[in-house]
Every structure is written in C-alpha cells, then in structure tokens.
C-alpha cells in the first residue's frame, strides 16, 4: 500500500498527465484549478507551525547606478537568521549598501530590536507595532508571500487574491500550474509546484510602476519533514529594458520545521544588559510606525535600557554633590561671616553646671521664702498691739 507521500506524488502526476484535458477557456474548470492551487498552498503554509533556519544572500550583481527607488540595492544581504514560534518571531539580517544589520523580535503584536550601520558603529534601539510574518522580507524570498500591487508590502497568495488583482490566467504547465494575476500598476505570474505540496516554484512581477521585471526561482527544495517543502537555493533576478541589473541567490542551511525552538534563540542577545547613550550605544531611537513625511520620533532620555520585552526603562540621573553647608560659628563674640565654613560644622555641647551650683541656688530661695513670711508676721503682731485709734503701720 502506498504511503500518503508516495499517493501524493501520483496524483500529482496524474494531474500532470491530465492536463491536456483542461481547456483554458473552461470558466468552470479554472475555478476549481485556482481553488484546488489556493487550498492547497494555504494548507501547505499552515503545516509550517514552527520554523528555524540560516541563510546567506549573495550577491552576485548589483547596479547602483539605479535611483533608489528601482532597484534592489538596499535589498538584504549577507548571513542572517530567522527562528519562528507559535506566538514570537525574530529576525537577524544585513543590508547589502550600507551594511545596516538588524536584529529584531516580534512578540504580543510589539516588534523591538537594535540595528547598527556597519561592524564599528553603535547601537541604536527600534519599537513598534509588529508586522504580520507573511510581510517580512524572508518570507517573500522563500516565495511563501508575495508582492502587493503597490510592491510596499506582501501577502500569502490566499490573502493576495483579495488584493485588488484580476486573475486574468489559470494554466497547467508541463511540472506546474500557472496563476496570473493582473493590475493597473503591474502583473504576477505564480507557478504552483503540486510535487511540492503547492509550494511556490517560480515568480515574476512586472511591475509598470518601476518599470522593471523582478523574477524568482526555486532552485531546489529540502524537505525538512515528509511532505513539507521549503526552498534552499532561490535565483532573484530584476531586469530592465531586457537588460540584467540584478542578480542575487540566497542559500537556505540548517532548516528544522514543527521542532521545539529554545528560548534564547528567540531574544537579542544581552538586549537587558545594553545601556543606550553609553559609549557603544545611541541613544537615538526609531518609531517603527513612523509616517513618511513626519518628523521621525526620537527618545528624549539621555540614557536608558530595555527589558526582554521591549519595553523602555529610564535611567535616574545622578544627582550632583550638594555644595559645602554654610555654618554660623558658635561663641558670644563671634559673628557670621560670609563665605566661611566652621571648621566643626556641628554646635559645641553645652556645659551644664555643677550640682553645688544648683545647691546654694535653692538654699537661697529656702531663705528668701522664709524671710518673706517672718515679715508678714510680725507686721500682724504690730497691728495687734497698737492702741485703738493710731494710724496704720505700714
């Protein structure tokens, strides 16, 4: 009995042998072609619940005399990786001009990181609202999205059906089948591999806007786990005018799918330990949902860390040294004088008196009480013998 791989790669064959019978101007049968393409790449992509792998985007031509803007020079290159949970994604690359590396994680819809211009600069953080995986540029290389009509952004082929394109072509070929998606500002052809469980084999979008032909082809697939395909060789080739301007290949190692990643790989290493506005860290930060054409927003802090999340923490500044304490000198001829700083800034104690002090002090009242109260007595005594009608004795 054949296994359920083997059954696929019969039917897909065939389908291949099959195709022939299906007229290209069925209405109906393009129907149920596109349905059975757009399910079967959506469940393909849903089969891929984690993911782990490294790359490397050579470049092996590149015109920079194009304008920014219509050509892939700011394109990513070099050696990066990507590590993918249910709930956290992060995203290690470079950029081929200027060597921008990046080093960012999405997690709880806030994405944050670090990037740097070049090996010797410093570090300078980023935060901001998380854009969904199938927008990131690692997912339209493996040709798991796809460009949008505008080409700012990219979609999984389900959800780009919805994105303003006309299918204007639905054709078996001789190891694919072809979708062809049409708009005003430009045109994609998608060749859908059924020996690859629906994965995307080749790609090439016109683009009117730009004037430039972008196309992607897979190479060869690995296949991590039975029945789940992943690219490891992809061939990008941008053209103009039939003229080759660019040309890069990216090379896919190390490829684990639905595998338990460890924690660490999904964080920045030593993220909580950077201290930025510190010598090899700027304190400069970027606003991941900054609107172009508005001042870009920046961090007042001076100085300041991050937690494993993202999230910023102040760093107190120091508090600078009270000045010296300006003290009154103590003594009954001293005076205050400006300026000056007792050499003993704390007040003498005070002395208190001898215990024989205090004795002789309280006999003398004793004695002052008691005389007081003799002579009131004997004024009494006076009063009482003087004869009747004598003046008063004072």
């Not at 078996?172 to 591999?193: C, I, M, N, W, Y």
């Not at 690995?222 to 992943?230: D, F, K, M, S």
Request: hydrophobic share 40%; charged share 25%.
């Amino acid at each position: 009995m054949p296994t359920p791989h083997l059954a696929r790669l019969l039917a897909s064959a065939v389908c291949l042998l099959a195709a022939p019978l299906v007229r290209a101007d069925d209405p109906a049968e393009r129907e149920r072609l596109l349905n059975e393409v757009r399910d079967g790449n959506r469940k393909a992509l849903a089969a891929i619940r984690t993911l782990s792998l490294d790359f490397d985007l050579q470049v092996i031509k590149a015109d920079t005399e194009l304008p920014i803007e219509r050509s892939d020079v700011q394109a990513p290159a070099g050696r990066g990786l990507y590590r993918q949970s249910e709930t956290t994604y992060r995203l290690l690359s470079a950029r081929g001009i200027d060597k921008l590396i990046s080093d960012m994680v999405a997690r709880n819809g806030r994405a944050f990181g670090v990037t740097k211009p070049g090996v010797n600069s410093a570090w300078s953080f980023f935060s901001g609202t998380a854009p969904i995986k199938e927008r990131l540029w690692i997912w339209e290389y493996l040709l798991l999205s796809h460009p949008a009509p505008s080409g700012e952004s990219s979609f999984a082929f389900d959800t780009l059906l919805g994105e303003r394109y006309a299918v204007s072509a639905v054709e078996r070929t001789e190891d694919s089948v072809r979708v062809q998606l049409t708009h005003p500002a430009g045109k994609l052809d998608l060749h859908f591999s059924p020996k690859h469980n629906w994965m995307v084999r080749k790609r090439v979008w016109d683009s009117k806007v730009l004037q430039l032909r972008y196309q992607a082809e897979v190479t060869e697939f690995a296949e991590p786990r039975p029945g789940v395909y992943l690219p490891r060789t992809v061939a990008y080739r941008t053209s103009g005018n039939g003229e080759l301007q660019e040309l890069r290949q990216l090379n896919v190692t190390n490829v684990v799918v639905n595998q338990p990643i460890p924690p660490e790989q999904l964080q920045i290493p030593e993220l909580t330990e950077m201290i930025f506005g510190s010598d090899h860290y700027s304190s400069g930060y970027t606003d991941l949902n900054w609107v172009p054409g508005s001042e870009p927003r920046r961090s007042p802090l001076e100085s300041y860390q991050v937690d494993a999340d993202g999230y910023v923490i102040p760093r107190p500044r120091p508090k600078p040294e009270p000045p010296p304490r300006q003290v009154i000198p103590y003594g009954i001829n001293d005076f205050p004088v400006a300026g000056m700083v007792s050499q003993n800034p704390d007040p003498p104690e005070r002395q208190l008196a001898p215990w024989w002090v205090w004795g002789i002090v309280s006999s003398l009242g004793v004695v002052v009480i008691a005389a007081g109260l003799e002579i009131q007595r004997l004024r009494k005594q006076v009063r009482a013998l003087a004869p009747p009608g004598s003046p008063p004795t004072r």
